[in-house]
Every structure is written in structure tokens, then in C-alpha cells.
């Protein structure tokens, strides 16, 4: 099954690395452009999915602003971390960035209320939650100084281990967690019964492969990317909690455009940000395909087990408002839910969907 899959598995990881949202324009355009934005991400130039983006997000961009507004991309962590990015946008050494999961909290810690667990159950919540509350997170955005340039769907995160099958409470209570997202995941790995050993995302492959830790929640694409799935066991890819990714720009630099352009942009951005979560879906989808077609084996936990996580899990919800994310903002998106699911729940289980479709 491994010498089979080795091929695929290969071309996965070319197309499926996570990349940034953007990348770099023609130089003839940067030339002739009044506003060009410095943009940073961790992730490397060399993937499909950047290419999807550089054709889309920056073309549309150029276009709909007559080539005065485009983009400097900063590729594969050459201006540091995401906490160096969100340091250097407030000091105007850059004007934007792509932020996954753990940037995303350090720079609008609101958007915590997203990943609790077990508080989606597929990303057709997610698009009513994001249509319902659009304006609320923008305007939460804005308050922290930033600009939501795109919300992406990081994944319904898995959990990997080296070396347990994580099927019942007993075996999360042996793991070591790898963390490095902030105070909500480790609070939901307390939660599972691990024990969290917060490190530095340059570190998480190097302690994963040196054993320093032997368990992790990460987004497929991700996991695949790092070939960390060659030395993991155990995936289990029931849909814990829900992680977004985003695009921000500082707010200096996005009030700094015309109005003109600002409005042109902000047209464009719901179509934009709907292609791309649509492809990073796809894309999470097939990695984690891929890895499991390698020999990764997929666990699968009973009813019972699930329940009592839940229950484990539950108290977080109440425990972080306040301190994350204000209690009303959680009952806002309760709200929302009880009336989407009241309507499309029943629908969403007779069509048999996943929680991958939208």
C-alpha cells in the first residue's frame, strides 16, 4: 500500500503545500502602480493553490483598481513568523499578511469563539455563520487595526499521533500534545486529557520527528506538506473544532486607498473569498485522502466516546468568554445556528453530507 501510493503522494505534496493568499504582479504593473502593499506568510511560493490565488485575488485586484493598487509578497517565512508580521504591520514595515490559525488569535483573539469545539458540524454552518455575522467580524477586525481582506477555512483540524489510536478518553490522556495556536488549544487539549508542550511553529517538525512530542491537531494540507505523515500512525478526523485563516491588511494602509478603490475591492471580496475556500475544501479533502491511501490509518470513535468528549469539552465555551471572546458574541452565533439548523439540519443528514461540503 506504501510503495503503491509513494507517486500520488509526492505529486500531493506539490499541490497541496499550504500557500499565501496572493503573489507577486508583472513588474511593469508594480511600476505603474500609486499603491503597492508588502505582504508577508510562513508559507512557501510553490504550490498550486498560490498560483489559483495569484491568478484571482491579485489579477482582480489590478483590475478593478486600473493596476494603481497591487501587491510585494514576502514568501516561505523570509520576514519571520506571523507574531514578527503582526509586530511589523503596527510599526508600517509591512502592510499585510496571511495569518493561519495561531496568527489569526494573536491578532484578533474574538475570532477564538470560532474554534470551540465541537460548536460547528460542517462548513455549510460556517457560510451561514459568515454571511449572518460578516459585518460584526469585519467591524471586530477593524477595531484591533486591521482590514478583513479574506476568511478562509484553515479545516475542521485532525488529530495525528506517532503513536496512539486517540479511539477512547484513556488514550488522549497518554499523549503529548505538540501546541503552538495559544491559549484555546491548549485549553481544548487539558480538555481531551493530554498533556500540551507548547513550542515554536520552526519547531514543530523538528520536535514531532525528534519525539519530543507524539501527538498534534493540524489541517491535512498542512500535516501532508510537512511529510510528518510518514512517521504518523493514527489520524482521527472527526470534526473537533473548526480553524479559519486570514488575509489582513493594517487599517492605515487600507483607509490610506481612495474611497474609489477601496469600494471596488470590497465588491469583489465575497466572490473572491467563496472560490478559495472552495479550493482549500478540495484540497484538505484530497491530502487527507492521500495520507490515508499511504498506510495512515483513520480512527474511528463510538457514539459513547464522542459524547463524553463533548461533555469534557463543553465547559471551555463558557470558561474563555471574557477572556477571548466576549460572552455575546458567542450567543450571537448560537443564535444563528439554532435557526439554520432548525431549517437545513434535517435536510444536510437526509442528502448524506459531510462535514466537508458546503
Not at 94 to 114: D, F
Not at 118 to 139: P, Q, S, T, W
Not at 327 to 340: P, S
Given at each position: ?39 508577508a506568510t510562513v508559507a512557501p511560493d510553490a504550490a498550486y493553490l498560490s498560483e489559483f490565488l ?196 493594517a487599517i492605515k494602509s487600507w483607509d490610506a486607498l481612495p474611497k474609489k478603490h477601496r469600494n ?39 457514539n459513547e466516546e464522542i459524547e463524553y468528549i463533548k461533555k469534557k469539552t463543553k465547559p471551555m ?42
Amino acid at each position: 500500500m506504501r510503495r503503491s501510493n509513494k507517486f500520488y503522494v509526492s505529486i500531493c505534496i506539490l499541490l497541496c503545500l499550504l500557500c499565501g493568499m496572493i503573489g507577486l504582479s508583472e513588474a511593469k504593473k508594480k511600476k505603474n502602480a500609486k499603491y503597492v502593499w508588502k505582504m508577508a506568510t510562513v508559507a512557501p511560493d510553490a504550490a498550486y493553490l498560490s498560483e489559483f490565488l495569484r491568478d484571482s485575488l491579485v489579477t482582480k485586484f489590478e483590475k478593478v483598481t486600473n493596476n494603481e493598487v497591487t501587491v510585494d509578497m514576502y514568501w516561505g517565512g523570509i520576514m519571520g513568523d506571523e507574531e514578527d508580521y503582526i509586530t511589523k504591520m503596527r510599526i508600517g514595515q509591512l502592510h499585510g499578511c496571511v495569518l493561519s490559525v495561531g496568527g489569526v488569535l494573536m491578532a484578533c483573539p474574538e475570532m477564538g469563539v470560532l474554534q470551540l469545539p465541537f460548536l460547528f458540524n460542517n462548513y455549510a454552518e460556517i457560510a451561514y455563520i459568515r454571511k449572518k455575522l460578516g459585518k460584526r467580524f469585519n467591524d471586530i477586525y477593524r477595531k484591533n487595526g486591521y482590514k478583513l481582506i479574506g476568511w478562509g477555512d484553515q479545516d475542521f483540524d485532525q488529530i495525528y499521533s506517532t503513536k496512539y489510536e486517540m479511539k477512547t478518553a484513556e488514550e488522549f490522556r497518554k499523549c503529548r500534545f505538540l501546541t503552538h495556536a495559544g491559549l484555546l488549544e491548549q485549553e481544548l487539549i487539558k480538555a481531551l486529557g493530554g498533556s500540551p508542550i507548547p513550542v515554536g511553529v520552526p519547531e514543530v517538525v523538528p520536535s514531532v520527528r525528534a519525539g519530543v512530542c507524539d501527538t498534534a491537531i493540524s489541517p491535512a494540507l498542512w500535516w501532508l506538506g510537512s511529510q510528518l505523515y510518514t512517521i504518523t500512525k493514527y489520524v482521527n478526523a472527526y470534526p473537533f473544532r473548526y480553524s479559519p485563516a486570514t488575509l489582513v491588511v493594517a487599517i492605515k494602509s487600507w483607509d490610506a486607498l481612495p474611497k474609489k478603490h477601496r469600494n471596488a475591492i470590497n465588491k469583489e471580496l465575497p466572490q473572491l473569498e467563496k472560490n478559495l475556500n472552495k479550493k482549500i475544501h478540495e484540497i484538505n479533502r484530497k491530502c487527507l485522502k492521500a495520507m490515508i491511501d499511504y498506510g495512515v490509518k483513520e480512527v474511528k470513535m463510538n457514539n459513547e466516546e464522542i459524547e463524553y468528549i463533548k461533555k469534557k469539552t463543553k465547559p471551555m465555551w463558557d470558561k474563555l468568554a471574557g477572556k477571548l471572546y466576549p460572552k455575546k458574541l458567542l450567543d450571537e452565533i448560537l443564535y444563528h445556528l439554532k435557526i439554520y439548523r432548525s431549517k437545513y439540519a434535517k435536510k444536510d443528514k437526509d442528502q448524506g453530507l459531510s462535514y466537508w461540503e458546503l
